[in-house]
C-alpha cells in the first residue's frame, strides 16, 4: 500500500509537471506571435524623432500582439543603410534620397538597395534659398557669380541645389559654390561670408527664423518652366508655396519645391501588416498633430504625393480605397 501511495503521488506530480510545461509552451507560443517592429527616426532635437515615437504608439495600441519601438538615429542615409542591414523593420527619410537609393545614383552611385517599399509620404521638406534682402538677389537666375552655400558635400541638401540650378541652366562652375551645412551656411550668411545659403526642411526653419531676427530676408522662388521641368527630371519632388509671412519681415508668398518626408518598410513586412500599419497611422492623425506641428500636413489624400519607389502592396491598397 505504501508503494501503491507513492506511486499514486508520483503519477500525481508527473501530471503536475507536464500541466505547467503546456503552460509555459503556451505561453512560449503566444510570446511568439508578438510582432517587434524597430522604427528608425532622426536626431532627438529633429522632426523625425517625436512623429516616430507617435507612430510607435499608435501601431502598439491598433495591432494586436505589436510591439514597436521608435530609435534616434543620423536620418535619412543612416536609415536607408540600417533597413539594408535589416537591423530596423520601418523608416522615416526623405523621398529624394531614397529614389536615390533605390536607383543607385548620388551618394548611392554603385550601392544600389533593393529591399525597401514605401508605406505612406508624410509631409514636405521645402528647399529654400535664403539671402538677405539687402543683398539685392530677387531670383536664382541672379546667382551667377555669387558665393553660395550648397550644403555639407555629398548631402541630400547639396543635390537638391545642383538640381535646381541646373533647371536655370547653372553650374557649380557659375558660382563659388561653398560645401557649408546649413548652421555653417546660415552663419556665413549673417557674417556676410556668402550671399546665400540653402536648406531642405519643413517650413518655419528654426535658423531661418533666427537670421530673420536679426537681418530681413528674402526667399528666392522655384517656379514656372524651371519647377515643371525639374519635376519632369526627377519624380520626387513637388510644389510648393510658402505662405507670406512664415519669417518675420518677409511679406511675400514664394512658388518653390520641396521633397517629402516618408515611411518606408523593409520588404521582410508582408502586405498584411504594411496594409494594417498604413491604417493604424491614418485612423490617428490627431496624435501625430499632438506630436509635432508638422502632424497637421500629414493626410491620407496626400499620401502618394511624390511616391519614389514601388510600395508595399498592403499600404498601397489600403491608401487607394
Known sequence: MKFSSFKKALLTGLATIAAAAMLVGCGADQGAQKQFLNIATGGTAGTYYPI???????????????????QSTGATVANIN?????????AIVQNDITYYAVNGTEM???????????IATLYPETCQFVTLDSSGIKSIADLKGKRVAVGAAGSGVEANVRQILAAYGIEYSDIDAQYLSFAEGANALKDGNVD????????????????????????LPVDGAEADALIAKYPFYTK????????????EEIPT??????????????????????????????????AHSVGKLITKEGALKGMSLPMNKGAEDFLKK
Do not use: W
Request: hydrophobic share 45%; with cysteine; glycine share 10%.
Open 257 to 290: 519645391v520641396s521633397v517629402m518626408a516618408m515611411l518606408v518598410c523593409t520588404d521582410k513586412v508582408d502586405d498584411k501588416l504594411g496594409g494594417e500599419i498604413a491604417k493604424a497611422i491614418f485612423s490617428n492623425l490627431d496624435r501625430l498633430q499632438a
Open 196 to 219: 546665400v545659403a540653402c536648406l531642405t526642411a519643413g517650413y518655419p526653419t528654426a535658423s531661418v527664423q533666427d537670421i530673420a531676427s536679426q537681418h530681413k530676408v528674402r526667399l
Open 52 to 70: 516616430g515615437g507617435a507612430f510607435a504608439e499608435i501601431l502598439n495600441k491598433e495591432i494586436p500582439g505589436m510591439n514597436a519601438s521608435a
Open 108 to 118: 548611392f552611385k554603385d550601392k544600389k538597395v533593393d529591399n525597401i517599399r514605401g
Open 240 to 251: 510648393t508655396t510658402v505662405p507670406a509671412g512664415t519669417y518675420a519681415g518677409f511679406d
Open 82 to 90: 540600417m533597413l539594408k542591414e535589416g537591423s530596423v523593420d520601418l
